[in-house]
Nanobody, 124 residues
Framework: EVQLVESGGGLVQAGGSLRLSCAAS????????VAWFRQAPGKEREGVVC????????YYVESVKGRFAISTDNAKNTVYLQMNSLKLEDTAVYYC?????????????????WGHGTQVTVSS
């Protein structure tokens, strides 16, 4: 069974940094896509970043370009989201998602597997 477990969330001041981790177990796809989504209170879920196997496709939502970076450690079956220059509007629950469909796109908001989320709170 595929399981995704996020960690690394917390409280940080505006301008600070956090690194989220998504540990995947049972993730045996030869080709895959893994993404980070976020959902702020009262708002719809938003795709933040997506990466495919071998990083042949990477998508970032415009609001985080230049500040966030996704990376993978295949040996550890872990995906990281490095978040720098955090803003108040980055406050949300961040979810990791993934599956064996090897593509990323701005319109892609459905994945087969989801984690339970980790809270990121940016304070002024």
């Amino acid at each position: 069974e595929v399981q995704l477990v996020e960690s690394g969330g917390g409280l940080v001041q505006a301008g600070g940094s956090l690194r989220l981790s998504c540990a995947a177990s049972g993730f045996t796809y030869d080709h895959y896509a893994v993404a980070w989504f976020r959902q702020a209170p009262g708002k719809e879920r938003e795709g933040v970043v997506c990466i495919t196997s071998n990083a042949h496709s990477i998508y970032y939502v415009e609001s985080v370009k230049g500040r966030f970076a996704i990376s993978t450690d295949n040996a550890k079956n872990t995906v990281y989201l490095q978040m720098n220059s955090l803003k108040l509007e980055d406050t949300a629950v961040y979810y990791c998602a993934g599956d064996g469909w090897d593509y990323c796109a701005a319109y892609r908001d459905e994945f087969d597997r989801w984690g339970h989320g980790t809270q990121v709170t940016v304070s002024s």
